[in-house]
């Protein structure tokens, strides 16, 4: 299975292309997670944030991968532990579908984004800047395949 995470933002700092990078080599073929990065709108002075949003969904939509099961990263989705991410994953996997994880820009994503996901998962009640969120889901990811897979790396 494949994972494409679609995600705003093409210039990320070295300690967010290294974070994202060490969790997403650690996973195997069986489960490949791929780094799709979405050109950013514009955000100068007087930016228009609704055409900014929309025009950043449209490059998002085009992205993701036919058959493919989507997810939105969404602050009012779902919260879910690393157990259940495990479930969810061990599901996934045994669908055979690839999935495709959306990630916004600073405002967030579009509201056709978020209607042609299948599920909203939220990381958190809290808000995270966007550069951070890559980091994190690749490690949980990782975390989540450790725990299919009988590996001493998650401890509960």
Excluded: F
Excluded at 49 to 62: A, N, Q
Excluded at 93 to 105: E, F, P, Q, Y
Aim: hydrophobic content about 35%.
């Amino acid at each position: 299975m494949n994972i494409q995470l679609i995600a705003v933002g093409t210039r990320m700092p070295t300690w967010v292309r290294e974070g994202y990078g060490e969790y997403a080599k650690r996973l195997n073929r069986d489960c490949r997670l791929k780094l799709n990065e979405i050109s950013p709108g514009y955000r100068g002075k007087r930016p228009d944030i609704p055409r900014t949003l929309r025009e950043e969904g449209e490059r998002i939509l085009s992205a993701i991968p036919g058959n493919c099961r989507v997810l939105a990263l969404d602050v009012r989705g779902r919260s879910w532990s690393t157990g259940q991410l495990a479930k969810k994953m061990a599901g996934w996997l045994s669908d055979g579908r690839d999935t495709a994880l959306l990630v916004g820009g600073p405002d967030g994503l579009a509201d056709e984004c978020l209607k042609r996901a299948d599920e909203r998962w939220s990381l958190s009640p809290l808000t995270l800047p966007h550069p951070l969120v890559r980091v994190v889901l690749a490690e949980q990811l990782y975390r989540a395949w450790t725990i299919l897979n009988h590996h001493p790396y998650h401890r509960e």
